[in-house]
C-alpha cells in the first residue's frame, strides 16, 4: 500500500489491523467509537451493516453471518453492502471455501437507463463447479436403497428362523429383507447389502440360535455386536440412529 498507493506508512498500519477484525454488533460498535465513525461515508455504511444484522437477527439466521473487514470485491462498482458465501465443512467433509458472492451496485444498471436515473440493484455469483465438487462428495454416501437391515446366515437349514427374525423387525416398523434362496452363501449376502447400500445386517447361526442370539454386523465399520433377541429392534435402532449421527457429522 506505501509503494503502490502512496499511503503514509501509519495509515497503512491502520488498516492492516482493521482487515483482521471479525464480529457482529460488537465490531460494528467498536467502529462507530472509533476515528471511523466521525467519517460520514464509513458512518453510512456501518449504518446499513447495522440494519442487515438486526434483519439477520429477526429472521433467526444472525449465527450464520460475520461482518468482515478483510473482504473486499469491485471497489469500481460496488456501493454499498459486499458478501461471500463460505461452506462450513464438517470435519471429514471437503473445504472449498467460498461458492458465492456479490453485493450492492446502483450505478451500474443506471449508466445504460434513460437520463442515467439510479437503479438500485443486488447481485451475486455462484461457484458452479464448487458446488458441483461439493454434492458429488456428499453423493458419495447417498444410498440407492430404502432397506435398513439385511437378514443374513451363513448355514443350512435357517430359512424359517431368517424368516422369524424378519418378521419381527417388520413388526418393529423397519425396512428389512432377505435373500430367498433357502441356503444362500454369506459371502453373497454381504455383497448384497454392498451392493445396494444396506447399512446394518443381522446375522443368525446355530451357536446364536442356540443362545436365542443374534449379530449385528455395522455395513460400513464390519464391526459386529451379539445381542438378546428380545431386544433386537431396539439395538437395530440405535445402531441406526449411531450411523446417522456418524454420517452427519461426515458431511
Known amino acids: 500500500m506505501v509503494e503502490v498507493k502512496g499511503l503514509d506508512e501509519s495509515?497503512?498500519?491502520?488498516?492492516?489491523?482493521?482487515?483482521?477484525?471479525?464480529?457482529?454488533?460488537?465490531?460494528?460498535?467498536?467502529?462507530?467509537?472509533?476515528?471511523?465513525?466521525?467519517?460520514?461515508?464509513?458512518?453510512?455504511?456501518l449504518k446499513d451493516l447495522r440494519l442487515l444484522l438486526e434483519y439477520c437477527e429477526l429472521f433467526g439466521c444472525l449465527n450464520r453471518v460475520s461482518f468482515d473487514l478483510s473482504l473486499a470485491r469491485g471497489l469500481d462498482y460496488y456501493t454499498g453492502s459486499i458478501f461471500e458465501a463460505v461452506l462450513a465443512a464438517g470435519p471429514k467433509g471437503v473445504s472449498v471455501?467460498?461458492?458465492?458472492?456479490?453485493?450492492?451496485?446502483?450505478?451500474?444498471?443506471?449508466?445504460?437507463?434513460?437520463k442515467g436515473r439510479s437503479i438500485p440493484c443486488v447481485g451475486v455469483s455462484l461457484g458452479i463447479e464448487r458446488l458441483f465438487s461439493i454434492m458429488e462428495k456428499r453423493l458419495e454416501n447417498v444410498r440407492t436403497s430404502s432397506i435398513q437391515v439385511l437378514v443374513a446366515s451363513g448355514q443350512k437349514g435357517l430359512l424359517k428362523e431368517r424368516m422369524k427374525i424378519l418378521q419381527c423387525l417388520w413388526e418393529g416398523d423397519l425396512n428389512a429383507e432377505m435373500l430367498y434362496k433357502a441356503n444362500p452363501k454369506l459371502l453373497s449376502q454381504f455383497q448384497h447389502a454392498e451392493t445396494e447400500g444396506i447399512p446394518v445386517i443381522v446375522i443368525i447361526g446355530e451357536s446364536e440360535l442356540a443362545e436365542n442370539k443374534v449379530?449385528?454386523?455395522?455395513?460400513?465399520?464390519?464391526?459386529?455386536?451379539?445381542?438378546?433377541?428380545?431386544?433386537?429392534?431396539?439395538?437395530v435402532r440405535e445402531l441406526l440412529r449411531r450411523k446417522e449421527t456418524r454420517e452427519e457429522e461426515s458431511v
Open 11 to 45: 495509515i497503512a498500519d491502520k488498516i492492516g489491523v482493521l482487515v483482521q477484525k471479525s464480529g457482529g454488533f460488537d465490531l460494528i460498535k467498536e467502529l462507530e467509537d472509533s476515528d471511523l465513525g466521525s467519517n460520514k461515508i464509513a458512518a453510512a455504511g
Open 97 to 114: 471455501g467460498s461458492v458465492a458472492g456479490g453485493g450492492r451496485y446502483d450505478n451500474l444498471v443506471g449508466m445504460f437507463a434513460p
Open 215 to 235: 449379530k449385528l454386523r455395522d455395513l460400513v465399520t464390519r464391526e459386529e455386536t451379539l445381542v438378546d433377541r428380545a431386544r433386537l429392534v431396539e439395538e
